[in-house]
């Protein structure tokens, strides 16, 4: 199936650059037929990529998330289906341009630097492992998608505030629906990652002799879903709403990054591993 990987990995990252010449022609130009094929060619690619990621798990025998350039693929995927999943649920199709150049950017990195890596290590075969990780990147591409409508939130509330109405104005959804948008990711970043606790909290003791609930990288994680729950609970209560909310989705995503560079760097534990 070697050959099958190899067509793929070339074809992925020209059908998303295609996806998002699409979205653009939409966006920009008002094309009618680019505005009608859109939304069917994102759903083709991702079918195309679970078909490339699912070869790679059993050419391999593990699941896709042993290395980086693994992982960065998965991320594709991961925010190219959250972002189609809240544009079926919205019906708001005028963000795709924005959200699918950050799936196309990780897939032309992993496919231009991927290499296969036939032996692993037995824990990287478990499929709860892959579970675990899988779940967590889900939540860290809902968080960046959550953070992208939060700053089209922003944009667009400034330009409205000083009577600035520009090209934002006029193609963007109105901030109500990108709120509702957002929101939408906000929520999913804090089932996935919930997702990944629990995994991580039943399959880890069971894997290694020594596992440290202090770990950086878990403390980091659960400090993490409990931000986005405290802004769900926040939002369902009435307490904040609008430009709040987005700010907070920002601030999320800013602590993602935080956890995912500056942690994995200068503290160690037993997700070093990773």
């Known amino acids: 199936m070697g050959w099958i990987l190899d067509g793929l990995n070339i074809l992925l990252p020209a059908f998303y ?8 022609k939409a966006f920009f130009a008002d094309l009618a037929w680019a505005k009608a094929v859109k939304t069917i060619l994102l759903a083709s690619t991702l079918a195309l990529h679970s078909l490339y990621l699912i070869v790679r798990t059993i050419e391999f025998d593990h699941p896709p998330v042993t290395t980086v350039f693994e992982i960065l693929t998965v991320r594709a995927f991961s925010v190219a289906l959250a972002y189609l999943l809240i544009e079926l649920r919205s019906k708001a199709k005028e963000t795709g341009y924005f959200i699918i150049n950050i799936a196309f950017f990780f897939q032309f990195i992993s496919s231009v630097f991927i290499r296969d890596l036939v ?5 990287l075969k478990s499929t709860f492992f892959g579970l675990h990780v899988g779940a967590a990147l889900l939540g860290y591409a809902a968080i960046t998608l959550s ?6 939130y922003l944009m667009l509330y400034h330009e409205i505030k000083a009577s ?3 090209m934002i104005y006029k193609k963007l ?3 109500e629906t990108l709120e509702r948008m957002s ?12 997702i990944a606790i629990v995994v991580g909290f039943l399959w880890l003791p069971r894997t290694f002799l020594e596992v440290s609930y202090t770990d950086p990288k878990l403390v980091g994680t ?3 879903w409990l931000l986005y729950g405290t802004g769900i609970l926040a939002k369902r209560l009435g307490e904040w709403k609008g430009r709040k909310v987005m700010i907070l989705s920002v601030v999320g995503f800013g602590v993602t990054i935080f956890s995912m560079t500056a942690i994995n760097i200068f503290f160690t534990g037993f997700h070093k591993f990773y």
């Not at 032996?119 to 824990?123: L, N, T």
């Not at 953070?147 to 089209?152: E, I, P, R, S």
């Not at 929101?183 to 919930?194: E, I, P, V, Y």
């Open 222 to 224: 659960i400090l993490l």
């Open 147 to 152: 953070a992208v409508y939060g700053f089209l």
């Open 17 to 24: 650059f295609l996806v998002v010449w699409t979205y653009g």
């Open 119 to 123: 032996e692993v290590p037995e824990i």
């Open 183 to 194: 929101f939408t990711a906000f929520s999913m970043a804090f089932a996935f990652l919930g």
């Open 164 to 166: 600035k109405f520009g």
């Open 173 to 175: 959804p109105t901030l």
